[in-house]
């Protein structure tokens, strides 16, 4: 009877390879079968084809939900609701202290669930994440300087304000 031990190294193992992360410990198992046990030149190959195939894929994942433009649109759509929302809560300041908040930081004393940090600039790594706010009397201008980071392009984000009256609130619109 032949020992399964000593029989032909497992290439089929290797179809394994193609499934990302699994493919990696898969590939590491085949690798040192390949040197160790089968001394197999061919099994090793497939072994360090299923680790790189996983770092390639992971690779390109990473690289694509941080520059792809489904990503961008999608920190885009999340910052316009931030920005919609940012507005409640500056108006709601104003209510409970009777004047506007001096920067978005004054927010997170009383709601630390306020959101200040644009993510379109955090997931750039830009030095400043947060929001554009500035305070001029009892009016105050806010909005992200969008994906190119600069303030006051064509590229910025506003909040979409749906007040039938807006002189109600202190939001002013900057072009």
Request: aromatic fraction near 12%.
């Amino acid at each position: 009877m032949r020992d399964p031990y000593t029989s032909s190294p497992p290439y089929l193992v290797g179809l394994l390879c193609l499934i990302p992360l699994v493919g990696a410990f898969v590939g590491i198992v085949l690798i040192i079968l390949g040197l160790v046990k089968y001394k197999d030149k061919l099994l090793t190959i497939i072994g360090a084809f299923g680790v790189l195939f996983t770092i390639g894929v992971y690779s390109f994942l990473f690289y694509y939900m941080k520059n792809g433009d489904l990503s961008k649109q999608g920190f885009a759509q999340i910052s316009q609701m931030q920005l919609n929302s940012l507005i409640k809560n500056i108006e709601f300041y104003n209510i409970e202290n009777g004047h506007y908040p001096d920067n978005l930081k004054d927010l997170l004393q009383k709601d630390n669930v306020v959101s200040i940090y644009d993510p379109i600039q955090t997931v750039q790594q830009r030095e400043n994440t947060m929001y554009n706010y500035e305070k001029t009397g009892d009016k105050y201008q806010l909005f992200s300087s969008g994906e190119d980071g600069v303030p006051k392009t064509s590229d910025d984000l506003f909040p979409v304000v749906t007040i039938s009256d807006s002189s109600r609130i202190g939001y002013i619109r900057v072009r």
